[in-house]
């Protein structure tokens, strides 16, 4: 979120509460769709895991994630040079690996210009460190790229499968995705074969592609499908027009923070749909974002996130450290 909506979410929430005497605005319109698509309410999804306390879409960011009890793992997803899928946010690899020393001169290649094998020998977890000293740990020096496979495992070794929220990334750049992804999950045993989830309220799709959601209507229509909004898509196209676009395509909206008002949110309550807003990390934005009335955040900081939403007590994370094992999955 921007320092300006920050502000002007912080000002808004001060003449809401003065206002009302204090009256909390909070509401649950969003509740009874949740509920309809077996969705926990409200919901807390791990951004990219609990990416504030780890390098992001990591191993053990995933698992710090579930361990803190986050409903969902959320996830970016790419396919390799040799349709591997991945979960990678940035469509280069220089912000978040070293490969700039182990492939001199690709550090500017697209991510899919590289093979699997490639990409395993990449460090994807020193940037933290050096970026974030005051959250460094040797062991996030070891940390890899996860594939998606990789990441099902995590999901699943728990008691009981965690969620999962899955994004289409620049998925123009992947014609197919859609299809290679329902195709794993339900090997992996998330979907049956028809592309119906085997466990409601597990299984999230998300995309900022009209087109992608549209594919994943075509080959798993019952999975919930979230279309997320950013500045840009909405000065250019209005937020009535995206919202009327998202109904179309889905169960619901996941919009950038600051686009979180309670007018806004009624609006897509209104029109039947879900409303996740990104990214979310200070307990005040957390707070103001539940007073206004979303069924959910995208956050880095799910360690805070999930006490606040009442999923589950808090935990003490230093303690969990030793529990979280490997920073990679075995090779």
């Not at 594919?215 to 919930?224: G, Y």
Request: hydrophobic residues 45%; glycine residues 8%; charged residues 20%.
């Amino acid at each position: 979120m921007t320092r300006w909506g920050s502000r002007v979410l912080v000002s808004i929430g001060a003449l809401l509460a003065i206002a009302t005497g204090g009256v909390t605005l909070h509401r649950d319109d969003g509740a009874p769709l949740a509920r309809k698509l077996g969705l926990p309410f409200p919901t807390v999804m791990a951004h990219r895991g609990a990416s504030f306390l780890a390098p992001e879409e990591t191993a053990l960011s995933y698992r710090l994630a579930q361990a803190v009890g986050a409903d969902f793992l959320e996830a970016d997803i790419q396919r390799t040079q040799d349709g591997v899928l991945i979960a990678l946010h940035d469509d280069t690899l220089e912000r978040t690996t070293d490969v700039a020393r182990v492939f001199p001169g690709r550090q500017k290649q697209p991510m899919s210009a590289f093979t699997w094998e490639e990409l395993a020998q990449l460090d994807a977890g020193s940037w933290f460190n050096a970026t974030f000293p005051d959250r460094a740990r040797p062991e996030f020096a070891r940390a890899k790229i996860l594939r998606l496979d990789e990441l099902l495992d995590i999901a699943l070794s728990g008691p009981s499968p965690s969620g999962l929220y899955l994004e289409t990334k620049s998925p123009e750049r992947f014609p197919g995705i859609e299809a290679d992804l329902v195709k794993l999950l339900a090997r992996r045993g998330y979907l049956t074969d028809a592309g119906a989830p085997t466990r409601p309220g597990t299984l999230v799709f998300q995309s900022f592609s009209a087109e992608s959601l549209r594919n994943f209507q075509t080959v798993a229509a019952l999975v919930p499908r979230i279309y997320l909004l950013d500045e840009a898509m909405v000065r250019a196209q209005g937020y009535d027009t995206l919202v009327t676009a998202a109904k179309a395509l889905g169960s619901g909206i996941g919009p950038v923070g600051y686009y979180a008002y309670p007018w806004h949110t009624l609006r897509a309550h209104r029109a039947g749909l879900l409303v996740h807003p990104y990214t979310l990390n200070r307990r005040w934005q957390l707070r103001l974002a539940r007073w206004f009335g979303v069924d959910g955040v995208f956050t880095d900081r799910c360690e805070l996130a999930v006490p606040m939403f009442g999923r589950r007590a808090a935990v003490d994370v230093d303690s969990l450290w030793p529990q979280l094992g490997s920073p990679g999955p075995a090779r």
